[in-house]
């Protein structure tokens, strides 16, 4: 087999065990993961259209969740409470 050959096969296999890891962790509903799961299975091009195609849902913030408002997190601070207003 030609190294070249080889080495891509290679590769789009990690990427597909990347893109595997990802849809699996996500929220999606089971029926999607599976679609995009032999999607992301097909050398070169799945991880491809994986990447450029697939739009998880948005991660709400733990914080966001616990109290049910909307938050900004300012770095080496504590989290205040956003009030549309600049103070």
């Not at 990427?15 to 699996?24: E, G, N, Q, V, Y």
């Not at 999606?28 to 050398?43: E, G, Q, R, T, Y």
């Amino acid at each position: 087999m030609n190294k070249m050959v080889l080495g891509f096969l290679v590769v789009s296999g990690l990427l597909s065990i990347l893109c595997w890891r990802a849809l699996w962790r996500g929220n999606d509903h089971i029926v999607i993961k599976v679609v995009w799961a032999l999607l992301a299975a097909v050398p070169g091009l799945g991880a491809l259209l994986f990447a450029v195609l697939h739009d998880p849902p948005p991660v709400q913030p733990e914080i966001d969740r616990a109290a049910g408002g909307d938050w900004d997190i300012v770095p080496n601070a504590s989290a205040r409470h956003h009030t549309g207003h600049d103070a």
